[in-house]
């Protein structure tokens, strides 16, 4: 938790042993947890407002796009079931670990 900047009040109930997030680490408060961009496979930000960032990404997947989401453990991959074949070049893994994927 050291790297993330919490606010005020999430530093309160973090920090407070009678509060239930007393040393919760994943704390998704709307000030100072984790937003959601729309950024390219370049890294160009398209869209930082979180809704409309979250209903771009749905429309660019229904067209095909893969999408993904960036957490701390990694990534989640999101796309079409048809789009899966092309997640390899995404991801650059080998077809044989995609292919079973799609049965």
Same mark, same amino acid.
Request: proline share 6%.
């Given at each position: 938790?050291?790297p993330?900047?919490?606010?005020?009040?999430?530093a309160?109930? /973090?920090?407070?042993?009678?509060?239930?997030? /007393?040393?919760?680490q994943?704390?998704?408060?709307?000030d100072c947890?984790?937003?959601?961009?729309l950024v390219?496979?370049?890294?160009?930000?398209?869209v930082?407002e979180?809704?409309?960032?979250?209903?771009q990404?749905?429309?660019?997947i229904k067209?095909?796009s893969?999408g993904?989401v960036k957490?701390?453990?990694?990534f989640?991959?999101?796309a079409?079931r048809?789009?899966?074949v092309?997640?390899p070049? /995404?991801?650059?893994?080998?077809?044989e670990?995609v292919?079973?994927?799609?049965l």
């Amino acid at each position: 938790m050291s790297p993330f900047t919490m606010c005020r009040q999430c530093a309160s109930k /973090y920090a407070d042993a009678m509060d239930r997030r /007393y040393h919760a680490q994943p704390i998704a408060c709307p000030d100072c947890g984790p937003q959601i961009t729309l950024v390219t496979r370049d890294g160009d930000v398209q869209v930082t407002e979180q809704t409309k960032a979250i209903t771009q990404c749905a429309q660019m997947i229904k067209q095909g796009s893969v999408g993904a989401v960036k957490g701390v453990g990694g990534f989640i991959w999101f796309a079409m079931r048809l789009t899966l074949v092309r997640l390899p070049d /995404y991801v650059h893994l080998s077809e044989e670990i995609v292919n079973p994927w799609l049965l």
